[in-house]
């Protein structure tokens, strides 16, 4: 079967941000969850990164594992420091051999390091105070720079919008229309002034040098006032769509990859918030239809959207006389 070229009649967005050098990128330009596939090189660690920025970038389970080890790591340390003093630097110690000292000692140091200070062991030694005056400093400084942390994390602008895990070709009107869905998942948080704006990046096989290209797509809805329920994003398949006459395989053949980015104003947080995915040929269903997500409770007085049926979709035929 014949592949189809590019729609001629399709306007590049040279506006992406991805650079003219796009053919020599790797993978994915976009992940799953939003975050750019990029490593940056060439410049010191410790001008790219800003700790403040990484601890509230990084994913939650990362987080608990960073405090957590950072608190028995630094307790280790001044553990050691507590053992190099001598155990006469410490009162109230009453394990009798070498390990149960060395743990009485690193709890000792956790009481330490949190001001809590149960009082049963104290230092007496010059070394010892020495030691736990540092170590109770801190510790403060510590659960201080932690606070801000922490509420810096909770209190974030984050959109919480679910995408369908897959896109879809679907019949559309007289034609084909590419299709995904989204919906925000929190109980109370939805957006008013919601935008969408979706491109689609295909690698130009049949130019005289095989290079990436960026489109913006047209969208049968490119904004809604409040976005509350689930909502189907269209991108009709006509004669300005660079997807004109694609088949299943053209999509695989230009290494197909959809970027999508929705912004909207949260009335929760009082400020805009946005949200990125990505969808590439391989997360492509042809030939699908997403099923229906909400329906009429019982006493016809609520709508109750089925947000497990975000991925919903059932098969269908396309109409044979568009994809000739």
């Known amino acids: 079967m014949a592949h189809h070229k590019i729609n001629k009649n399709s306007q590049t967005n040279p506006d992406t941000g991805f650079g003219a050098q796009a053919s020599q990128m790797g993978g994915r330009f976009i992940n799953k969850d939003g ?15 800003r700790i403040y920025s990484f601890m509230l970038a990084v994913s939650s389970w990362k987080f608990i594992l960073l405090i957590v080890g950072f608190f028995i790591l630094t307790n280790l340390f001044f553990t050691s420091l507590y053992l190099m003093a001598g155990h006469d630097e410490l009162q109230g110690i009453i394990a009798t051999n ?8 690193y709890f000792f140091s956790t009481q330490t390091f949190t001001t809590v200070g149960y009082g049963r062991i104290n230092p007496v030694g010059h070394f010892a105070n020495v030691i736990s005056s540092f170590e109770s400093m801190s ?11 922490l509420f810096g994390r909770f209190a974030r602008p984050k959109a919480y919008i679910a995408f369908s895990e897959q896109a879809i070709i679907s019949p559309y009107k007289d034609g084909l ?6 919906a925000p998942y929190k109980t109370h948080h939805h957006l008013t002034n919601a935008q969408v704006t979706v491109s689609v990046v295909l690698n130009d096989l049949d130019s005289n040098k095989p290079e990436f290209k960026f489109y913006q797509l047209n969208l049968e809805r490119n904004r809604i006032d409040t976005f509350t329920m689930n909502w189907t994003v269209v991108h009709p398949i006509n004669k300005e769509s660079p997807l004109l006459h694609f088949i299943k395989e053209d999509f695989e053949r230009s290494d197909f ?12 947080f009082s400020n805009t918030v946005m949200q990125r995915t990505s969808y590439t040929f391989r997360e492509l269903v042809w030939g699908a239809k997403f099923q229906p997500m909400y329906h009429e409770s019982a006493d016809g007085n609520t709508t109750i959207l089925e947000l497990h049926k975000l991925n919903a979709m059932e098969k269908v035929e396309l109409p044979q006389q568009v994809l000739a």
């Open 139 to 149: 510790g403060f400084m510590f659960f201080a720079v932690l606070t801000g942390v």
């Open 177 to 182: 229309g590419l299709m995904f869905r989204m």
């Open 98 to 105: 070498t390990w149960d000292r060395v743990t009485e000692i």
């Open 257 to 268: 990859e959809l970027f999508v980015l929705v912004s909207g104003f949260d009335q929760v």
């Open 35 to 49: 975050s750019f596939n990029l490593r940056k090189e060439g410049y010191p660690l410790h001008k790219q990164v």
